[in-house]
T-cell receptor
């Protein structure tokens, strides 16, 4: 019930294309869904996050789409650039869980120029 | 600029050795975390601490212990290193005052146990 399932494991996208990474969860008590971005040699850093009271959140080229009934959320990267090449992790948390996060397995994104 | 630092970027230890991984944060955060990162498994929580001298087990605490004597410092201890503990270890901190639950990560320590 505490798992977050992420797909695909890896993704290759042409420069200018749309990158889409999907995550699914089981526990309906989760109330916070962040995405973290990790570049080689660095720790993950918060990219964008959403709460279940909205269906979409956009920050620049990055958009989270959230489907509460399907218990799924996804990250869309528009106009993907080589600088977006990184590992992306979805995660989930809830108030009773304190500040702990449950992470997905990660997606390695490579954007080809 | 917020910062989480880890004592080593790379570490090579022998089986059976006692290993100390140190983490320091300068944000006065109450919460600190230790994760291990393995390909295809994501980040798995080993231990976390929500206050000085307080600790709670995460999802994979076996073979590890932790120490938090000061608010800014959280140590991960491998009592007797084994080859299956070869991994990337990430430290993070956060504050319950932040409604975003955002965690700030250090750069990681890649530990190899031979």
């Amino acid at each position: 019930q505490q798992q977050v399932k992420q797909s695909p494991q890896s993704l290759i996208v042409q420069k200018g294309g749309i990158s889409i990474i999907n995550c699914a969860y089981e526990n309906t008590a989760f109330d916070y869904f962040p995405w973290y971005q990790q570049f080689p040699g660095k720790g993950p850093a918060l990219l964008i996050a959403i709460r279940p009271d909205v269906s979409e959140k956009k920050e620049g080229r990055f958009t989270i789409s959230f489907n509460k009934s399907a218990k799924q959320f996804s990250l869309h990267i528009m106009d993907s650039q080589p600088g977006d090449s990184a590992t992306y992790f979805c995660a989930a948390s809830m108030e009773e869980y304190g500040n702990k996060l449950v992470f997905g397995a990660g997606t390695i994104l490579r954007v080809k120029s | 600029d917020v910062k989480v630092t880890q004592s080593s970027r790379y570490l090579v230890k022998r089986t059976g050795e006692k290993v100390f991984l140190e983490c320091v944060q300068d944000m006065d955060h109450e919460n600190m975390f230790w994760y291990r990162q393995d390909p295809g498994l994501g980040l798995r929580l080993i231990y976390f601490s929500y206050d000085v001298k307080m600790k709670e087990k995460g999802d994979i605490p076996e073979g590890y212990s932790v120490s938090r004597e000061k608010k800014e410092r959280f140590s991960l201890i491998l009592e007797s290193a084994s080859t299956n503990q070869t991994s990337m270890y990430l430290c993070a901190s956060s504050s319950p005052q932040l409604s975003s639950y955002e965690q700030y990560f250090g750069p990681g320590t890649r530990l190899t146990v031979t």
